[in-house]
């Protein structure tokens, strides 16, 4: 149990968790619940009860795709992606292996593409995310297939604004 | 009349027709994209939590440049780039404590000065979809379509404001202006399943095969779209669904530029077709559109 779980979330998220009724509506809309440990509705339920350890270690907050469907339909208008995001942080800087490290692996190189191009270069963003997933056989032929219809240039374009983007990553690590 | 405009990374690369037939159309339409001059990424994701500002900073300098041009407007064709820079905005001009965290760690003046414009809305607004009607010279005529919203270019309404989350029309107004036949299917604005059909190949397959099965017992020749996302899983997903779902059959899923640029009676070789996984060439013979 945590007692500062609510707290914190409804801080972080700006969303007021403590007006869950458990209507479910989050859950019959949901397009990713089939995918979820806990559908959206009992996520509500665990930030309000302070279950903290089986939210960290949960699939759920990784496989929110923050489409936004859920927080479209509240009758209370409480958003879910925003608390997802903020039990997603929680996760990392907590340093708790993340329940789905392959969505992490995916953020990672696409946070990586921009340091390293100022925009996304798909070609080296998907092979570094194989790296880090060490899933490498997945679409292959797909990839194969976007390559040959030259939808995945193998030169990227730098942004001529490199220097600023450097200092932006460096003053954001301080 | 000349609109600033942020292309964003995919359409330079995966999307580059939802861009070239973008910026012909405007061309006979009467206006002109005018690129915005080195910009970056917007960053592809709207930071949700209240204190992460770095991924705000990205979009927020996009918004600046455009202030500092001395425009007002800024024009976007891709769904999430749109939704990034829009809700950002939202940010800027709502949130004064975290504008002013972002602009200073950016050393930048903004306040939220610039309107966010999807071309859609550029063409109802700005245009207008009657004038649009008057420019069509090829009309569409015996073309259904179903008219794909997905998330990004919806949600959070409050933030986003372009249309209704539920039941929205835009699109369906687009098309009819092109002088073919939207037709409705309850899975529009459904989620496509985004990102995770990198690592996840049964949630892609699942959520595109209830949003294509939806559109085609609706009666839908075609699909379209605004993401490049969303046209990967609907379009590039296809021979996995039809793996799973033996009795699934294949239809093309277009961009809604190269649509308006056939109704425009722009050259459909110039439009990327052989870019589409399911080639949308024999549908759109057999209709009459293309010769």
Redesign the interface.
Known sequence: MSENLLDKVTSESGQAIALCYQCRKCSAGCPMVEEFDFPPNMVMRMVQLGMKDELLKSKAIWMCVSCETCGSRCPNEIRIAPVMDALRAQCLNEGITPADPVTVALHTSFIESIKTFGRVHEATMLMTYKWKSKNFTSDLDVGLKLFLKGKIPIMPKKSKNMAKIKEIFQEAGK | MKYPYFPG??L???A?KLDDAGRECSQKLGFELDELK????C???F????????AM??PT?ILADTKARGDDKLVTLCSVCFNVLKRTNHVMRNDEERRAKITD??ERDYHGEVEVLHYLQLLRDEIGFDTLREKVVKPLTGLKVACYYG?LLL???KEIGLDA??NPTIFEEFIRALGAEPVEFPYK???C????T????T?AT??SHDILRSAKNSGADLVITTCPLCQFNLD?RQPEIQKSHTAFSAIPVLYFTQLLALALDLPAAGLGF??N?IDPLPLLKEKGIVS
């Open positions: 990374c995919t330079y690369t995966k580059k080195d910009w970056t990424c960053g592809a994701t930071p949700l939590v209240n204190d992460y500002h770095i900073s990205g300098r760690f950016i998330c949600r959070p309404v989350m539920e604005v459904e989620c399943g985004a990102f995770q990198v690592h996840s190949m949630t699942r959520c590039d052989e870019r996984l």
